[in-house]
């Protein structure tokens, strides 16, 4: 499993598509706590542990049950973990789940890549 | 030579820029494109901030708070200069004041195309940008389209950057080529 991490709009999925000759076909985009791990490349993560937080579900279990699905998978996740202390106590603990859910997939991934400006930081 | 630097608040950008900037000038001449429109106090004092900290140092101050390549016009292009930065400077020209501070999405594309032009028409370039992408709020749609104009534009410098440096507490992380 490759992850790829990175703020907003760094050009993480663009570089997922260059680099691992991805179509449309190939990648899911996650919009609520199901994840289609039939596709090569899971892109929005964060929408998957926001939902999940909503949900009350835990997205580590979610991917331990699923761990046989996505051991060559291409995983997308933004990274929300600077700034400010969320004011609101769902953009905290959705802060957690996210961040907790990274730390767990990357112990898991061959590499780790952080994309900056669209630059690869291969972090592992 | 076209370095970006970018970075988090008050991670020590401006002093790296300043450094790099003077050093590629080699004597010469080198400027200082001030691209903030200060609108209260607290703008006014970190501009001053900044003026304390250029002292001595021999930058020529341009004020240009939008159209960039209008420096052009009354400079010497052999020279280095240190633009600070380009999120004021979207910012001004996303939000124009001859609208009324309406969003003219068109100038994303615009100062994109500028700064990348800019950069490419003086000998020396260090562009300043700030790093405004990795917390947890969920913003409303006219701050994530200025987010997103601003990585844009970030994306499109890193591409023809020969460097771009990250910034953090002072300490710099190589994202791309060397430093001069």
Known sequence: MILIIGGAYQGKLEFARMNFSLTDQDIFTCTDTEIDFSKQCINGLENFTYACLRASIDPIEYFKKNSDSWKQSILICRDISSGVVPMSSDMRLWRQLNGRLCQYLSQHALKVSRIFCGLEQRLK | ?180
């Open chain 2, 1 to 180: 030579m076209l370095i970006l630097v970018s970075g988090g608040a008050k991670s020590g950008k401006s002093d790296i820029a300043q450094k790099l900037a003077m050093g590629l000038s080699e004597g010469g001449k080198c400027y200082y494109i001030a691209t903030t429109i200060p609108c209260d106090a607290e703008d006014w004092n970190r501009i001053q901030k900044h003026i304390k900290d250029r002292e001595g140092l021999g930058f020529t101050t341009m004020e240009c708070d939008r159209n960039i390549l209008s420096c052009l016009e009354c400079c010497d292009k052999n020279g280095s200069f240190l633009v600070d930065s380009s999120t004021a400077l979207l910012m001004n020209e996303l939000f124009p004041e001859t609208l009324g501070y309406q969003m003219d999405e068109s100038a994303i594309e615009r100062c994109r195309h500028e700064l990348c032009l800019f950069a490419c028409s003086v000998r020396h370039c260090v562009i300043v940008s700030d790093f405004i992408y990795s917390d947890a709020e969920r913003y409303n749609e006219t701050t994530e389209i200025y987010r997103k104009g601003l990585a844009a534009i970030d994306r499109a410098l890193a591409s023809i950057a020969d460097t771009v440096i990250e910034v953090c507490s002072g300490t710099i992380t190589l994202q791309k080529g060397e430093l001069p």
